[in-house]
């Protein structure tokens, strides 16, 4: 916006915890946030499908007549056949659902802010395959800690691929960039930086 004065672009940070960490996962992916048509679940079960690997949906229905539709129409149909939903769970089993999943799949179709969950996935070491949207893209390093898609084609082969990449990789960009204790530090410093400006005016 015209007229502000941005001191800097802190990025969010999550708890990165050692006992998070998984280097041997289960054989499913996951599926973590809200069920409506922006966050993409029915891409994610198509690729899936397509890659023949499980997957596990954990997240809340909106509560819109939008995202019920959405809910009978397209993606309870494509349930079952090692597609499963389990509602909405909390922080603990939302992390023990993601340290032991294969990849997260994160195919929205909007603009995303940052994306949160992506990088408390990373946090245990889990690859991020996802569609390049908003903050997404900052995060994902394709080839390194996930994959970015465009399609659910092109997410199916990202899964095929996971070999490819090394869990320890995707934890070091938690810690290194997304941690709760460095988003800490460069509040603090801008805290401090402001003040000093403010006082030598």
């Given at each position: 916006m015209q007229?502000?004065?941005?001191?800097?672009?802190?990025e969010n940070g999550v708890e990165c915890r050692p006992s998070f960490f998984n280097e041997a996962p289960d054989s499913y992916c996951a599926f973590v946030g809200r069920i409506c048509p922006e966050k993409g679940l029915d891409v994610a079960l198509d690729a899936a499908r397509d890659a023949e690997v499980p997957l596990t949906i954990a997240g809340?229905?909106?509560?819109?007549?939008?995202?019920?539709?959405?809910?009978?129409?397209?993606?309870?149909?494509?349930?079952?056949?090692g597609a499963t939903y389990v509602g909405e769970i909390g922080p603990a089993a939302k992390f023990e659902l993601m340290r032991r999943?294969?990849?997260l799949l994160v195919p929205?179709?909007?603009?995303?802010?940052?994306?949160?969950v992506a990088i408390e996935a990373l946090a245990c070491g889990t690859?991020?395959?996802?569609?390049?949207s908003g903050g997404l893209a900052e995060i994902v390093e394709d080839g390194h800690n996930g994959f970015l898609v465009s399609s659910a084609g092109e997410m199916a082969v990202a899964i095929s691929r996971l070999t490819e990449l090394r869990r320890e990789d995707c934890r070091k960009v938690a810690v290194?960039?997304?941690?709760?204790?460095?988003?800490?530090?460069?509040?603090?410093?801008t805290y401090e930086e402001a003040i000093e400006s403010w006082a030598s005016r």
């Open positions: 007229g502000i004065d941005i001191s800097g672009v802190i809340r229905i909106d509560n819109t007549p939008i995202a019920a539709e959405f809910f009978q129409n397209e993606i309870s149909p494509r349930l079952g056949a999943a294969r990849a929205s179709r909007w603009s995303e802010p940052f994306g949160l690859p991020v395959i996802a569609f390049p290194e960039k997304f941690s709760g204790s460095r988003m800490a530090a460069r509040y603090v410093a």
